[in-house]
């Protein structure tokens, strides 16, 4: 095991302050700044600032009365739009900046963040995509039914103050997908991003910042999500609250916004089945579903195909492939190009994921590789083994619950109807992945999964699609029309 140091990047990267955003200025934190821990060294690479309950309603207050009485709701649309592509032009040229920012926060690999959805290109796609929605979210006129009324028509109009709380496992994506709408429609924003993948986030507002939007627009705030999160939400002036993060906590906010009738959009993660077929392109669907698990975030991401739902004329073939995908994992340092796994974002996941998997090796499932650290890793970080759990019961916990780590459950299924009751029987319904050469099974599959999203050999997303899942996975999309739908409310307006 050798020792890694991630510290020699902080001279080359530009560092956003360690200070609050408020009402257009930065200020310092009110409570004691965390230490931001490399998860993939241990080292100290930021101390992040934290708000106190005062802080979030000093927040709230700006972009409450940015809203009632600021320019950005009332500004014409072109004049928006101008605003929202240049933080997306601000966005590309910092790209490189950000790409290394997003590695010191939570370990993405430096060979990863080229691919598009990963790195600084992707947010910038949303960001200019939704400054190109601001003059096509149109209502209608309607056909007069009433003689003393001669016109009605519809429109739309900005839902007021949205918070938004965004995860550490993609904090430039996600970001994006949720303050570009907001800003498009012509909400004011207040940002928090986990306490635990900072750097992105703040450099993300010094860039809005610059963008000149009017004081009061955009907030952002950093800290725990209590009482951080807990007084965001339960603020009364929240008109609409968008949340990326558990089930647990999406439970609570949706509680909490629905106790005043507030809106609420959730995307509480998946358990995503993969289902292959035998005419499949086995090396293909291995590649995209093990891909995931095993290599960039290792399985720390919401889509993540974690139940492989193989037919039994080709599970054993299926299983020595992910088998011997896991090999391509490499740990260490996060800047080293031959570098393509991350550790678990913090000691205490780490344990959570190793905990999962010998809880499944007790209800049964079969070890095929992996399960604890891996061999001639790092001395430091917090890396588990890219694991292959065969065999697995589809009501064991392993395979219902979200372990968010590099864990695959592969399970054996006969035919197309045992296939669909295996990937619907489970509380989440985020994505599914059908990966087969018929495409009559491709629909009909597609149809009766029970997914907001479902991916026939092959995995995306995109600025301009909607995301988003059923049943516990949440509720709402983001990206495309439906995203900036989330932050508009319908007027109807009568005539006479």
């Known amino acids: 095991m050798t020792a890694i140091s991630v510290l020699n990047k902080l001279a080359t990267a530009t560092l956003p302050p360690a200070r609050l955003f408020v009402n257009g200025s930065w200020i310092e934190g009110s409570a004691e700044p965390i230490p931001h821990i490399h998860p993939a060294t241990g080292e100290r690479v930021f101390n992040t600032p934290v708000a106190d309950v005062s802080t979030v309603d000093e927040a709230v207050t700006a972009a409450r009365a940015a809203f009632d009485d600021g320019p950005w709701p009332r500004m014409v649309g072109r004049e928006r739009a101008r605003v929202v592509r240049r933080i997306a032009e601000l966005i590309r040229h910092d790209a490189d900046n950000l790409n290394t920012l997003l590695s010191l926060d939570n370990s993405t690999p430096s060979s990863f963040v080229g691919f598009y959805q990963m790195g600084a290109e992707y947010p910038a796609d949303v960001f200019d995509s939704y400054a190109g929605w601001i003059d096509k979210v149109t209502g209608e006129t309607y056909p007069q039914w009433d003689p003393s009324q001669p016109v009605t028509y519809s429109t739309y109009e900005p839902v007021g103050v949205a918070a938004v709380i965004t995860p550490w496992n993609a904090p430039m994506s996600l970001f994006a997908q949720k303050v570009a709408p907001a800003l498009a429609a012509g909400c004011t924003v207040v940002a928090k991003p986990s306490e635990l993948s900072p750097l992105v986030s703040l450099r993300l507002a010094e860039l809005i910042a610059e963008a000149?939007?009017?004081?009061?627009?955009?907030?952002?705030?950093?800290?725990?999500?209590?009482?951080?999160?807990?007084?965001?939400?339960?603020?009364?002036?929240?008109d609409k609250v968008s949340f990326t993060g558990s089930r647990t906590v999406g439970a609570g906010i949706a509680s909490a916004v629905g106790a005043r009738i507030g809106r609420v959009s959730l995307e509480l993660g998946g358990k995503s089945p993969a289902l292959i077929f035998p005419d499949a392109d086995v090396g293909m669907a291995v590649g995209i579903a093990a891909g995931n698990a095993f290599l960039g975030l290792s399985g720390q991401v919401c889509v993540c195909q974690s139940r492989i739902l193989a037919h039994r004329d080709v599970y054993e073939e299926v299983v020595n492939a992910i088998t011997g995908f896991a090999a391509a994992a490499t740990f260490g340092d996060p800047f080293d190009p031959g570098v393509t796994a991350a550790p678990m974002i913090s000691p205490q996941h780490r344990d959570r994921v190793l905990d999962r998997i010998e809880a499944a090796l007790r209800d049964g499932a079969r070890l095929a590789v992996g399960g604890g650290r891996p061999e001639g890793g790092p001395a430091t970080g917090n890396f588990v083994a890219p694991t292959v759990l065969v065999d697995v019961d589809n009501s064991t916990t392993v395979a219902r619950e979200e372990i968010f780590g590099p864990v695959l459950c592969v399970i054996p299924f006969d035919d197309e109807d045992e296939a669909v009751r295996l990937a619907n029987d489970n509380p989440y319904g985020l994505a599914a992945a059908v990966y087969t050469k018929d495409m009559g099974r491709a629909i009909r599959l597609s149809r009766a999964l029970r997914a907001g999203n479902v991916g026939v050999n092959c995995w995306t997303l995109q600025p301009h699609i909607p995301f988003g899942g059923v049943k516990q996975s949440g509720i709402g999309r983001e990206n495309g029309r439906p995203g900036i739908l989330e932050y508009l409310d319908m007027k109807t307006t009568f005539l006479g």
């Open 212 to 238: 000149d939007i009017p004081p009061g627009t955009f907030n952002l705030v950093t800290g725990p999500g209590d009482p951080v999160g807990t007084a965001l939400v339960g603020d009364a002036r929240v």
